[in-house]
């Protein structure tokens, strides 16, 4: 199962773009990359996935360098509500038990 | 996710009391899960089930027990509960792997356990 290390905490400013980068060294060809989103007292909520190059959706982008060995997070034009804790996890499809690290404690400031 | 539900939302009990925590959704989906978060922490993973005869142990499955009572239902017991298991346990769905991704799981608010 791949590890993924993220840095623990990050600051940022309303209106800035958020870049959260993980680790995945010995990421399997088999596997995905996940982003999911926690706020306090609440299950975590999926934002983004990825196998390669760059994914976009309506909430965030995910880039992927071709040796996969890591992966950033994109949030565009951050707000106060995006304060949250973010995990980045890689696993592989079928059976499978995913890894959750402590993920990265993100505050927007005003 | 509101289509996922866990109750009781919060329960305070004392050691050696069997609990059992309850899970129900409405997304139809196949597989559930539960985990547990420590403070500080990420989850793991305690228990899943990829269908109703299918249940699997996860990383920390002493201590606990489950049931899958029907496609929407998943319960987990604390058969003699003790302090360390004081936690915040989090149930989960997801829809079966297509095309070689794992689907997006889908999270309920959680269950806030404390033991005395």
């Known amino acids: 199962l791949a590890k993924t290390t993220q840095p623990i905490s990050m600051d940022s400013y309303e209106g800035q773009e958020v870049n959260i980068t993980c680790s995945h060294n010995?990421?399997?060809?088999?596997?995905?990359i996940t982003w999911y989103q926690q706020f306090p007292s609440q299950g975590p909520r999926f934002i983004i996935q990825?196998?390669?190059?760059?994914v976009t959706n309506e909430v965030a982008s995910l880039f992927i360098p071709a040796d996969r060995k890591s992966s950033t997070l994109s949030l565009p034009r951050v707000s106060l509500s995006d304060t949250a804790v973010y995990y980045c996890?890689?696993?592989?499809?079928?059976?499978?038990?995913?890894?959750w690290g402590a993920g990265t404690k993100l505050i927007i400031k005003p | 996710d509101a289509d996922v539900t866990q109750t009781p939302r919060n329960r305070i009990t004392k050691t050696g009391k069997r609990i059992m925590l309850e899970c129900s959704q409405t997304?139809?989906?196949?597989?559930m899960y539960w985990y547990r978060q420590d403070p500080g922490l990420g989850l793991r993973l305690i228990y899943y089930?990829?269908?109703?005869?299918?249940?699997n142990k996860g990383e920390i499955s002493d201590g606990y027990s489950v049931s899958r009572q029907a496609q929407a239902k998943f319960s987990l017991s604390l058969e003699s509960a003790i302090p360390n298991q004081t936690a915040l346990y989090f149930c989960?769905?997801?829809?079966?792997?297509?095309?070689?991704?794992?689907?997006?799981?889908?999270f309920g608010d959680g269950t806030r356990l404390s033991i005395l």
């Open positions: 996890l890689v696993g592989p499809r079928g059976r499978y038990q995913l890894i």
């Open positions: 997304k139809g989906h196949d597989r």
């Open positions: 990825g196998y390669k190059t760059k």
């Open positions: 089930s990829f269908d109703v005869k299918d249940i």
């Open positions: 989960a769905t997801s829809d079966r792997s297509t095309g070689g991704s794992n689907q997006p799981q889908h």
């Open positions: 010995n990421i399997a060809t088999n596997d995905y």
